[in-house]
């Protein structure tokens, strides 16, 4: 735990509300960077984030609120980056890049910083001049409802650096929250961002009146093709590495819950668009960021750039970005997935 320091939070979302928690749990204070002096007054006064997770509450001292970017970053000697993936840059640009390089960062993110093809540590690195040995990614399945009801979840970490991991994993183990940790931090990240962009396609089949049974045959595709894109992204990063075990909850543990699940904020965006909602008005009535409607676009760039195929991530990248019809896309999937 010494090794973390003191804590901060970037973001004040569900899921980084859901990890303060767990956080406090472990009786850890910390300084959270909120957007607003209204949100930063209401948790003083209420003990409770104003517009996520209200079931969540927090002991008096617990956490430090703040609008005051910069000092987050200057008093942390570990920070919880957890700003949606289309706002992350405009959140980085905020402080100077040389506070950004000081703290350790554990990425709650889950995909692609818009028009830049990157993932976060990646982006730290090309912009910042950081040390993306300091850097460790959380993937699941865990959504932060249940964690806010204390139900049993599971976290995996990412990172090069096994002992920051590692430590980084056992802050936040608690009777409600199972953790493990490997080093594959492109190939986890890449797995997270992918997930969110089927759970897209999985409400739209949904929507569509698909049944469980093209479901299943659905999701399994989509596993292949998950695992397909990693294995070979990992093997031109790592040649002569084993390859991780892709088994696991990490990568078909949380693409699983992401598709079926009534909590996935994915899958709901997807069910509206499959029912026939435009983007923009089932962005609208969600009033929530679905990372897998920007994941989409990112991943396109990032398969084109690798050389990498993604036939199924292709055809909802279609219907989110290029105004195909979800009907049209799932008619030619039908066939090919089988």
């Given at each position: 735990?010494a ?38 007054d209401?948790?003083k ?16 001292g ?18 919880v ?6 706002y992350a ?62 139900r ?32 594959d ?25 698909y049944?469980?049974n ?6 399994t ?44 904020r ?18 609208m009535?969600?009033?929530?960021v ?49």
């Amino acid at each position: 735990m010494a090794l973390l320091g003191n804590i901060g939070i970037i973001g004040n979302g569900s899921f980084g509300t859901a990890l303060t928690k767990i956080l406090t749990d472990n009786g850890r204070q910390a300084h959270w960077w909120m957007r607003s002096e209204s949100a930063v007054d209401f948790l003083k006064e209420k003990h409770h984030n104003q517009s996520y997770m209200p079931g969540i509450h927090f002991a008096p001292g617990a956490v430090l609120p703040t609008t005051n970017l910069e000092s987050v970053l200057e008093q942390s000697d570990t920070v919880v980056f957890a700003v949606p993936s289309a706002y992350a840059a405009d959140v980085l640009g905020q402080a100077d890049a040389q506070l950004w390089q000081k703290p350790n960062i554990i990425s709650a993110i889950k995909g692609i910083l818009p028009g830049t093809g990157r993932l976060l540590n990646d982006y730290l690195a090309h912009n910042c001049g950081y040390d993306i040995g300091k850097y460790v990614a959380i993937t699941g399945p865990c959504h932060a409802e249940e964690v806010a009801q204390e139900r049993l979840s599971y976290l995996t970490f990412s990172g090069l650096d096994n002992v920051l991991t590692e430590a980084v994993a056992g802050a936040f183990a608690t009777r409600y929250l199972r953790t493990t940790f490997n080093k594959d931090v492109w190939g986890a990240q890449f797995a997270a961002v992918l997930k969110n962009i089927y759970a897209v396609g999985a409400g739209m089949a949904h929507g569509l009146d698909y049944g469980d049974n093209f479901m299943a045959v659905y999701i399994t595709a989509c596993f292949r093709e998950l695992h397909l894109f990693v294995e070979q992204h990992f093997r031109k990063l790592h040649p002569e590495e084993d390859l991780p075990d892709f088994l696991t909850s990490a990568y078909l543990g949380d693409l699983l819950v992401t598709c079926y699940s009534l909590h996935s904020r994915n899958r709901a965006f997807g069910l509206m668009i499959g029912k026939g909602y435009g983007v923009k008005a089932a962005q609208m009535e969600m009033n929530m960021v679905a990372e897998g409607y920007y994941a989409s676009q990112g991943m396109m760039q990032v398969a084109n750039d690798s050389g990498i195929l993604l036939p199924i991530a292709s055809l909802i990248y279609e219907v989110l970005w290029e105004g195909a019809s979800a009907r049209d896309a799932f008619r030619k999937m039908e066939g090919a997935i089988g």
